[in-house]
């Protein structure tokens, strides 16, 4: 294939967005470390010299995705899934500890974590897996096969813990849904996650009393043409109050006391208020603070360099998970409904480029690669702004680390790739 | 419907988000937010509290350094505990407990070991300081007072409390401000402005260099200097008069309104609320519900004003033209009110104004009442024009001093009488008592000084006041300057005034005289009672003096209320006798006469009410 084709036919849209983003996301990168030393622009000690150092380096790797041939990724796809479950299994016995968590590979140089190249070979193998003539995803085994693809890293990640990653591999069953899994296996998982919520705040004995309500309200107000057995209804509330119960089990009983802390602050639990500021200042202190940075911006934010929390290094991790505050410090509304703008542009985009695919496989990829990047928004944004539970996600193309760059690169590039060739592999 | 889902959530969630980010950044944001940042740590550089001077120069009130040992706890090195103890002169128990609360208010930051060294303290220590790490000494400045004297003039300044800070965001927790007096009057002028450095904090509240490159910052603006109108000599010369005694004295200069001693007695060494010892000092003074040495006399005070009400009365009869200065009166040692009488000392005979005022007969005073009422077809247009011309010379309301406490006093009017009385069932008769003194009617010694003024201009004054110069500049408030007439025309005073001299001359201050000076005054003798077990007692006389000098182009005019002092020319008239000799002399001859009144005391009456035991009232020697 000659160049000026692949000009041509790859989706620049997509370029834009994230060249976008990881241009916006260096300069407050830029901004949160600059106190730390007062170097060169692109000096490489200091951190955001790294970083700057890191996106040459996403470049390179971009122009090599782009130069690969386009089959490769399909045709090893089982393969680098292997490998990755490999070396997810081989860190219980040579993982190196970092931040608390054994999810890393000390390589002297540079330290590899399995887990981010998992995500990847996961979507690959799912898209592998279900894109087979021979797979249906309306057949039971099929599913179970597929499910177990996405579940296995999942469950060898958790130990680490890496809670954050093993929901990453959960974000893949959209992919599952978009090639046909019945929504049954989305709803049935929010209704108990609902019901475990609504356990915590409320307790058992009120969770009985609404589903009974709501059902005599079903009932009361159907219409006679339709006929709702009223049996499995009847096993439905029973199963819920069971669930609720055992909910209840669960968190007194099998949770730790910092699990127990969070759910505490994120659903205000806690009804003494002194308590519930003592958690907030302890366990929720990087929300407490990145939520006060947020608010200080206001419409227009204090401007760029002027943000007074970031400078003063008050959000932990601020140049990592909680990069967003210090764009709600320094741009304000303005900056932080922008990237949010920008973000969801991106992804709709990234959705129309996987509908328009020819092949099943980059479809399914495609797919994939939107659930890994839109989990990591949503996680990262909704625990920064105080909506989610503090779990540790980097946002993806902005926050800083180089790996993790890396990797979201290449994760979007071989789709760019395979979309640049949509064409030529339907004919 | 499946190919739909991932974009519709992505949708939802992206509206979710915009939803919190605009609660948090649109509703939650408070523009003046920089007060909370903790990123900001705000540093003030404190400018010198403005000095107080005298009317002459002399210094009042100054600064001087005081100084802090300060402690940071992380910077604390293992030291001598005992040695260090000794050189602070602190036990070791209070040294390891305020190291420990130190440490809990924050082991980074600065915290006191121990308050305002004297300076020999400091002197001894400065030496040795440095062997000790994480202790270093921090000055402060207090204030200094050149005066044992006006206390309660000067007022005195102290931490801004709670209600200070909501009131007023300049002030923050720590800093000081005038609470009464003239601190509490100028404070803005004394304070000055202080700087303000903004410094960008991080987490570990480290500084780490300017906000926004020192922008914001500003200099600090140094506080003024402020020359009162008071005479230091004169004042500290009351106030040993007024030793033993409880009382007000107000001097004021007639032809500006200038105040030139504001006396109380009993007061208090100002210096007691300056520093260490500052608390204790000042729970004993506002505990003290007996003498009550913070309760300023000489403006809150408000007792009837006696007999120099005559002077006032006899003025609004010759205003009103209903007598002259020729009229007589019969006093029969007193006067008939239907057929109840009321006595008079004054040895009774045919009166005049001239003997009426140097006799102070109560009789000659009663018929100029009846006569100003008689004038007027009903009571209560006889009572508005009286009391109309009473408040024209200032009494029965605020006088609007810049003394930042006072009382009105009470110049009874139509209003009060019905609601006394009830509407109709009172007239002049009724409120006979108001021609001499007593009665309804009550004025600070302020105001009766000032009254005095009034009566020296023949017929006008200036409102009282504290303040003659700001800075460098002479120009004071307006309201100062403005001449305030009385109701009265000026021809009618002479008369009146010829009486106040001859008060010296042949009259109840015959024998308080001051060679080579004309005064004009007038005695005054107030009935007082209070309430023993419930029980209305009658105690010894109030004691009041009004005078100014000399009579013409007066220099002086004086108020003295002296508590249970009998009557007017015994402790008012002396000290008011004094105080003017010792004005417009400079020093005082009658060394006698001086000597008896810096000695006795009146601490034998004031003990007589709560001796328990029956006890007499208007005791003749002394």
Redesign the interface.
């Known amino acids: 294939m000659s160049g000026k084709s692949l000009i041509r036919r790859i989706d620049w849209l997509s370029i834009f967005f994230y060249v976008l983003l990881v241009f916006i996301g260096w300069i407050n990168i830029y901004s949160t470390t600059l ?1 730390e030393s007062g170097g060169s622009l692109f000096d490489f000690s200091t951190l955001y010299g790294k970083q700057f150092f890191f996106i040459g380096v996403s470049v390179l790797a971009v122009f090599f995705i782009l130069f690969i041939e386009t089959g490769f990724f399909e045709r090893f796809a089982s393969i680098f899934y292997l490998v990755s479950i490999v070396l997810l299994i081989g860190l219980f016995l040579f993982g190196k500890k970092i931040g608390g968590a054994t999810s890393w590979y000390g390589l002297g140089f540079f330290n590899l974590q399995p887990s981010e190249l998992a995500k990847m070979t996961t979507a690959l193998a799912v898209a592998k897996y279900l894109s087979d003539i021979q797979t249906d995803i309306r057949k039971r085994k099929d599913q179970i096969y597929a499910v177990l693809i996405i579940v296995l890293p999942a469950i060898l990640v958790i130990p680490q813990p890496d809670p954050g990653s093993a929901l990453v591999y959960f974000s893949l069953f ?1 992919v599952l ?4 899994l019945p ?1 049954f296996y989305l709803i049935i998982p929010l209704i108990l996650i609902a019901l475990f919520v609504t356990t915590l705040m409320f307790g058992t004995v009120w969770v009985t009393i609404g589903l009974v309500a709501l059902a005599v309200l079903v009932f009361s107000f159907k219409k006679n043409t339709v006929k709702i057995p009223l049996l499995p209804v009847f096993i439905g509330i029973v199963i819920s109050i069971l669930f609720s119960l055992s909910a209840n089990f669960v968190f007194e009983n099998v949770f730790e006391q910092r699990h127990r802390d969070r759910f505490s602050l994120w659903l205000r639990l806690e009804k003494d208020e002194a308590k519930l500021e003592q958690i907030s200042k302890t366990i929720g202190y990087n929300t407490y ?1 990145s ?1 006060k940075a ?6 227009f934010g204090k401007g760029f360099l ?1 943000g ?2 970031t ?4 959000v932990p991790a601020q140049h990592t998970d909680y990069i967003f505050s210090s764009v ?1 410090e320094e741009w ?2 303005v900056g ?2 922008t990237v ?2 920008i ?2 542009l991106f ?2 985009r990234l ?1 129309v480029l996987a ?1 328009r695919q020819k092949n099943d496989f980059g479809r399914m990829y495609g ?1 994939g690669v ?2 890994i990047l ?1 989990i990591h ?2 996680i990262n ?2 625990m920064v ?3 989610l539970p503090t779990i540790g996600i980097p946002l993806p193309f902005f926050s800083y680390g180089g790996s993790g760059l890396l990797f979201f690169t290449i994760l979007l590039f071989v789709f760019l790739k395979l979309d640049s060739n949509r064409l030529k592999e339907g004919i | ?3 739909l ?3 519709s ?3 939802i ?2 509206v ?3 939803g ?3 609660y ?3 509703f ?2 408070s ?1 003046n ?1 920089i007060l909370e ?4 740590k705000k540093v003030y550089d404190y400018p010198e509290r403005g000095y107080i001077y005298d009317r002459n120069g002399e210094l009042l009130v100054g600064n001087q350094p005081a100084y802090d040992v300060m402690v940071i706890p992380r910077e604390v090195q293992p030291l001598d505990t005992l040695s260090f103890c000794n050189l602070l002169g602190i036990e070791k128990s209070d040294f390891v407990s305020k190291m420990k609360k130190a440490r809990i208010y924050s082991p980074r930051l600065p915290s006191v070991l121990v308050p305002q060294l004297s300076k020999e303290d400091y002197a001894r220590l400065q030496e040795k300081m440095r062997h000790f790490d994480g202790f270093y000494i921090q000055k402060r400045s207090l204030r200094f007072y050149d005066t044992s004297s006006a206390a309660n003039v000067l007022g005195y300044i102290s931490e801004v409390n709670e209600r200070d800070l909501q009131a007023n965001p300049y002030y923050v927790a720590g800093e000081l401000k005038g609470r009464t007096g003239v601190e509490k009057q100028y404070e803005d002028i004394l304070r000055g402005r202080k700087g303000v450095k903004h410094i ?4 570990f509240n480290r500084d ?1 260099g300017a ?2 490159e020192g922008k914001l910052d500003t200099l600090p603006e140094q506080g003024k200097e402020v020359q009162l109108t008071l005479d230091k000599a004169l004042q500290e010369y009351g106030e040993q008069l007024m030793h033993g005694k409880r009382g007000g004295i107000v001097a004021l200069e007639p032809s500006t309104g200038e105040i030139l001693s504001m006396i109380s007695g009993p007061t208090y060494d100002p210096s007691l609320l300056v520093g260490r010892k500052r608390s204790a000092n000042y729970t004993k003074l506002h505990y003290d519900s007996i003498a009550k040495p913070t309760w300023d006399r000489s403006i809150l005070a408000e007792p009837s004003p006696g007999s120099p009400f005559k002077a006032l009365n006899a003025l609004v009869g010759l205003q009103e033209g209903v007598i002259d200065s020729k009229t007589k009166f019969t006093c029969y040692n007193g006067f008939y009110v239907g057929n109840k009488k009321r006595g008079c000392h004054c040895g009774g005979g045919v009166r005049n104004m001239n003997s009426g005022i140097f006799r102070s007969c109560n009789a000659y005073f009663a018929g100029t009442f009846r006569k100003i009422f008689g004038k007027y077809q009903t009571t209560d247009e006889g009572i508005r024009v009286w009391e109309n011309h009473m408040r024209s010379f200032g009494l029965g309301n605020y006088l609007g001093t810049d003394i930042p406490t006072g009382r009105p006093g009470r110049i009874p009017g139509e209003a009060f009488y019905d609601k006394w009385y009830g509407n109709g069932s009172w007239a002049s008769s009724t409120i006979i008592s108001n021609s001499i003194g007593q009665g309804e009617v009550a004025a600070t010694p302020l105001q009766l000084a000032n009254m005095t003024a009034a009566i020296a201009n023949r017929g006008y004054f200036f409102t009282p006041h504290i303040i003659k110069r700001i800075g460098g500049s002479n120009t004071i408030d307006s309201k100062f300057t403005e001449i305030r007439y009385t109701t009265i025309d000026k021809e009618h005073f002479e008369p009146v005034i010829e009486g106040m001299t001859n008060v010296y001359k042949y009259g109840t201050a015959k024998w308080i005289r001051i060679p080579e000076i004309q005064i004009a005054g007038k005695t005054g003798t107030v009935e007082n009672f209070t309430r023993i077990d419930g029980e209305r007692v009658q105690l010894t006389d109030h004691s009041v003096f009004v005078a100014f000098a000399p009579v013409e182009n007066p220099k002086i005019a004086i108020a003295v209320y002296i508590e249970n002092g009998y009557y007017g020319a015994r402790y008012a008239g002396h000290i008011a006798s004094l105080m003017i000799e010792k004005y417009i002399k400079g020093n005082v001859t009658r060394k006698d006469l001086e000597k008896k009144m810096l000695e006795k005391t009146l601490e034998h009456e004031y003990a007589k009410p709560f001796s328990g035991k029956p006890f007499k009232i208007n005791e003749y020697e002394w």
Do not use: C, H, N, W
């Open positions: 106190g959209f849904f978009r090639e046909g929504l603070q939520e947020i608010e200080s911006g206001g419409f002027e007074t929390r400078k003063g290094d008050f709600g304000g509304f932080t409904a949010v703008i973000f969801t992804f709709l959705v509908e797919y939107i659930s839109f928004y949503v944004i909704g702004i105080g909506l | 419907m499946k190919k889902l991932l974009s959530i992505i949708i969630i992206g979710t988000f915009m919190r980010l605009s948090l950044q649109l939650s944001f523009p937010q940042d903790p990123a900001i960008q904090k991080d987490r780490i906000y926004k």
